[in-house]
């Protein structure tokens, strides 16, 4: 019983970052990681009135410029009582098909603002391939981050990019693998032509491949995936080995987590239209390589709660302004 509680870059991704040292007698043994996340934006950049608040006038939230100001909240704030060891964001995927901002830009804004905002890493959606592979191939080389979909592979004649990239932080002693997998339907939800030059493998027996090849070296294991809530939770309850599985693709706001009884893997989700923050801390055991304590929460992005960035805020404006030409042609 469980309980809740490119070409795209087809990449594996080390993460080598700095927290304790190695477990020793003179070194905790226990590390803290703070993971934020976001999922299918859909190119929701600017904020939104909450016509469900039943306040007149309704209150501002989501967008770009509050998340900024969300982000630099709590990449600094405690986790359970300390400063964290090791703080991601991570995007699953759907980042900009939807709104002009997205669509019109054919996703080059939401690139410019995930890069504002230090993203480490994002797991590719099926929206993202709407323009094509070559447009894909286009905003993953725009982007500094990894756009991860190990279960997507290349067909010959298209060229390949980078398989394996490793990011190393001071100590390499302790070490995060992260991986990713899009949803099992792209034959159903994208059209032929924007799949040439591409074919997919199963999620499920991709992660069972991919966590057996890194689950020996890897101190903990992160999956940001674009498969929905229910494979989601069907992989975490039958593939040992996962930490956490950041998920996207069902919009589905959870909060708290949700666990799997069997292998213990923690699923989490942020909803959509960057309306919410994810964040999910985690207190993480060296020598018994588990999770010992987890807490999670989705954060609205009210305005009121998140002033925007000032920063973040000019960019949005300008992006709508270009944007605005665009739609008056």
Known sequence: MMRPAGVFVPVLLLVLLPPSPAPTDAAPAFVTIRILHTNDIHGHILPEPDL???????????????????????????????????????????????????????????????????????????????????????????????????????????HALDRNVTIRG???????????????????????????????????ETARREVAGVRDTADFVVAVTHCGFQQDTHIANSVAGIDVIVGGHSHTPLSPYYISDSTGTIVVQAGGHLRDLGVLDVLYNRKTRKIVRANSRLLPLYESEFPPDPAMRRWVRNVSRRVGGMLNE
Do not use: C
């Open 52 to 158: 469900k608040s039943g306040v007149t006038p309704p209150p501002l939230f989501g967008g770009a410029a509050s998340l900024a100001t969300a982000l630099r909240r709590y990449r600094k704030e405690p986790v359970f009582g300390h400063p964290p060891d090791i703080v991601l964001y991570f995007d699953a995927g759907d980042f900009f098909q939807g709104t002009p901002e997205g669509t019109l830009t054919r996703g080059s804004a939401m690139i410019e603002m995930f890069r504002r905002l230090d993203l480490n890493a994002m797991g590719a959606g099926n929206h993202d391939f709407d323009f094509g592979l070559e447009t894909f191939r286009h905003l993953a080389g725009g982007a500094t981050w990894p756009i991860i979909a190990l279960n997507i592979i290349e067909t010959p004649g298209t």
């Open 170 to 204: 001071k100590d390499p002693d302790f070490n995060i693998a992260v991986l990713g997998w899009i949803t099992d339907d792209m034959a159903s939800v994208t059209t032929a032509k924007t799949r040439e030059g591409l074919r997919f493998l199963d999620s499920l």
